[in-house]
C-alpha cells in the first residue's frame, strides 16, 4: 500500500501561482511514477501532469503545458506541481496518484485507470 497525501491548494486570482505538494508514505517511492490529476464540478476527472520513477521523463495535458512543472524528491519521498499562470478554468480538486513500475511500462500515464494508489485531493480555486 502506498499512501498520499497533497497539501498546498487555496484560492488564488488569475495569473497567479501554487504549489501543489503530495507526501506518500508505505512503499519504496522510486519504485512508483507519479500523476497529477483533476476535477473540477461537474466534469470527468483529467490528467494534468505525470513523472517518472527517477523524474528524468515527464508528461504534460496540453492544456496545462508551458504552465505547470511536476518534480519529484525521491529522498523526502515528495512529489510537486508548481502551477504558474493560473486560470479560472485550472480551478478544481487535484489529486495526486501512484502506480508501480508494472503498470507505468504497461498503460498509458494519461490514464488514471492505470493509477493504483490515490490521496484525498486539495481545492485550487482561481478567481477572475
Known amino acids: 500500500q502506498v499512501q498520499l497525501v497533497e497539501s498546498g491548494g487555496g484560492l488564488v486570482q488569475a495569473g497567479g501561482s501554487l504549489r501543489l505538494s503530495c507526501a506518500a508514505s508505505?512503499?519504496?517511492?522510486?519504485?512508483?511514477?507519479m500523476g497529477w490529476f483533476r476535477q473540477a464540478p461537474g466534469k470527468k476527472r483529467e490528467f494534468v501532469a505525470a513523472?517518472?520513477?527517477?523524474?528524468?521523463?515527464?508528461y504534460y495535458a496540453d492544456s496545462v503545458k508551458g504552465r505547470f512543472t511536476i518534480s519529484r524528491d525521491n529522498t523526502k519521498n515528495m512529489v510537486y506541481v508548481q502551477m504558474n499562470s493560473l486560470k479560472p478554468e485550472d480551478t478544481a480538486v487535484y489529486y495526486c496518484a501512484a502506480k508501480g513500475l508494472r503498470a507505468w511500462y504497461s498503460g498509458s500515464n494519461y490514464d488514471e485507470g492505470s493509477y493504483a494508489y490515490w490521496g484525498q485531493g486539495t481545492q485550487v480555486t482561481v478567481s477572475s
Open positions: 513523472i517518472s520513477m527517477g523524474g528524468t521523463n515527464t
Open positions: 508505505g512503499r519504496t517511492f522510486s519504485n512508483y511514477g
